[in-house]
């Protein structure tokens, strides 16, 4: 069973390979996605990567929670699981 890791604090010029290629030293990744704004399509400063296992998954949290990379600390956690339904970034619908 796979594990998806939310990264935050990633540096601005990073690319998708290179967050990949930070996670290949804990296993293998089956994907890794850096978030952008919808509307100017910059990065966002964060991302995820999915592990192919739990046991890759805990691997890399402990090998990357907290290093530095281009001057910023990285973040890595177990992602939350998204909620069906949600529109996300509004906090209220409208009326």
Partial sequence: MSMRLYVGNLPHQMTEEELQAIFTEAG?????????DRQT????????????TKVEGQKAISMINGRTVDGRPLAVNEARPQHKGSFGGRGRGYR
Wanted: aromatic share 10%.
């Fill in 28 to 36: 293998h990744v089956a994907s890794a996605k850096i978030i952008t």
């Fill in 41 to 52: 399509g910059q990065p966002r400063g964060f991302g995820f990567v999915e592990m192919e």
